[in-house]
């Protein structure tokens, strides 16, 4: 079977930069929402936040869709969303069992998070129409509403906690992620 790792947690926990290192450490294609959302952003029309909201919703589609076909096909990938609980639940379990599935979520106090995801908005790295400015003022409240609790898929889970680099250490996450 293939290798499915699925790498989550709320905007600015670091899952990007874990899902990317990760990726390359064991060899495996990454998906990741926000590169299908941004590259369908350059050629739709995105004009306010709803219009990004329902773009958002779209993506999902797509990533599980083509995450589907991989698996299928035996390819394994590195998944990369803000997946939660429940929303994602049936569709990431069904992919789950296509495939030997390891989910990795990502935690950092609310206060981190914020800063981070305030920092990159400023840096200009993201695509405008994801309007992070209007997503920063509610982030903390949907963060401790439990809206980017980890999905419950039933698969081996780690919680890795990217306050100060990543705790287990990216070394111990890649030797749990390498066959026996």
Known sequence: MPRLVIVTGAPGTGKTLL???????????????????????????V????????????????????????????????????FSHPQADAELRGLGRRARTVLIHCVAPTELVLQRYRERYESGQRHPGHFDSAVLPGLAARIQAGEFEAP?????????????????????????????
């Open 19 to 45: 899902a990317t290192r990760l990726a390359r450490e064991v060899g495996l294609p990454m998906l990741t929402k926000d590169a299908i959302k941004e590259a369908m952003m350059e050629t739709l029309p």
């Open 47 to 82: 004009t306010d936040r709803e219009a990004s909201k329902r773009l958002g919703a779209a993506t999902f589609r797509v990533l599980f869709t083509v995450s589907q076909s991989l698996l299928d096909a035996g390819a394994g990938i590195v998944l990369e969303g803000p």
């Open 152 to 180: 419950q898929i039933g698969v081996p889970t780690l919680i890795v906690d990217t306050r100060a680099g990543y705790n287990p250490s990216l070394e111990q996450i890649v030797s749990t992620l390498r066959p026996a």
